[in-house]
């Protein structure tokens, strides 16, 4: 942890679940989404703030690397950082672990856009807050 | 079939099932809303039609029976008919079967919207299309 | 509380959001089973050591009644008991909230099967447990 | 079309969608398992017979771009084929289109797995019946 990562936990929940006994594989972006809405708290501000402030964040690239099942009541860490941050693009990163052991990673772009669908540039206060968190940047 | 019934047939998805190997209970209801899509546009209104013409018909209340488990790749036919017809709720019915072997049985009751979130009535026009499909009704 | 109510807490995700900026009704069920995993282990025996030994509680029947909508991120409380133990069955009534407010109540009817998929008798030891949470039972 | 793709469609369900007013971005990854389940049809072995002889194929890694969001019963249409096609692994390339406007494309590779959780070698067979779909190989 070097300040630059957040965390969160929680457990493999039953609906997760598939026939193969394990944790399906299209919850991880759903995992990654909670992540994202714990990283935005840690930021100081809110996915939720940030939507009713006009500023939305859909995704334009996805990728989910599997390396070990989880199953259900699994305590799952998803773990974040920022790997790139532009005024007009954020990629996220993230681990997946269980008691230490790297269940998966993966990673997450988006583009901001405003209320009517337009490409953004991030707010300057917004984006100070981020590079706190880039992996890649200065900070 | 008499007329009143409207039907929809789907393959149980991998996603929908559990690592009980059967389709988790909560899709059920997924599968009905699936149900009223085909069947408002049997009526001749897509849902979409609906809610784009600022008419919003949210659950008010939900029960499933379920009888004989669902697996992935089942062939399932859902089929719905209305009983109970007013002019500021509806409530539907529902039978989910595999090769005519009824699976579970369920209902769903809609209060009808406006935009603003307050109650409003179906329009005349709307509840005359659905009381051909009304099994306590007349039509 | 009175002892005979366990409750568990989480916030709305993103993905259990639906085009009317609510948490979509399916996602109840959801919640509910979450809530049972909780209740077990308040129990003192987690629902995946009872699967791991051969019991199953698949749902026989569910129940939502819908008040008011959830949205994303609310943090959101459900409380669960049992109102209804037998031998053979078990129904567990809920009551989703949000700040004190009540969003929804509900209940799901389960009946104990073994591995081989036949019908089971809860165990004793389980069943002395159980009934510690039936509010309209003894203990 | 060259012989080499397998075509599927659907309309995009009302628990698809989120807040945003568009289909989430994990169901992407639901739809091209719906994909390979119709695929895998096409190519004369349905996936759950190949499961139900013991032959399993996990994740081992997943792709998406989203280009244009798709919306409530907006009729989506899923093409893939497979990109790469070893004895070891396999992995399925997809395209989303509706009306002929592509809405993403993606990726997935899969590891064949045995019942016993261990890497297996496709079956000649059914190496040779994939083949025929592979766009960078022989056949």
Not at 23 to 32: M, P
Not at 39 to 68: K, W
């Given at each position: 942890?070097?300040g630059k ?38 930021v100081g ?37 920022i ?45 100070d807050r981020l590079s706190v968190y880039d992996?890649?940047g200065g900070a």
């Amino acid at each position: 942890m070097d300040g630059k990562r957040v965390r969160t936990a929680f457990r493999v929940r039953y609906s997760e679940t598939d026939r193969m006994g394990v944790a399906y594989y299209a919850e991880y972006l759903v995992w990654f989404e909670v992540m994202r809405g714990d990283f935005m708290r840690a930021v100081g501000i809110p996915y939720r703030d940030l939507e009713a402030g006009g500023l939305y964040l859909p995704i334009s690239e996805a990728r989910v690397r599997y390396r070990q099942p989880a199953r259900y009541d699994d305590a799952i860490e998803v773990e974040a950082a920022i790997e790139g941050l532009k005024s007009r693009s954020i990629t996220f990163t993230y681990k997946v672990e269980r008691d230490g052991q790297l269940l998966a990673t993966g990673s997450t772009t988006h583009i901001p856009l405003g209320a009517d669908g337009h490409p953004r540039r991030f707010p300057r206060e917004l984006l100070d807050r981020l590079s706190v968190y880039d992996l890649t940047g200065g900070a």
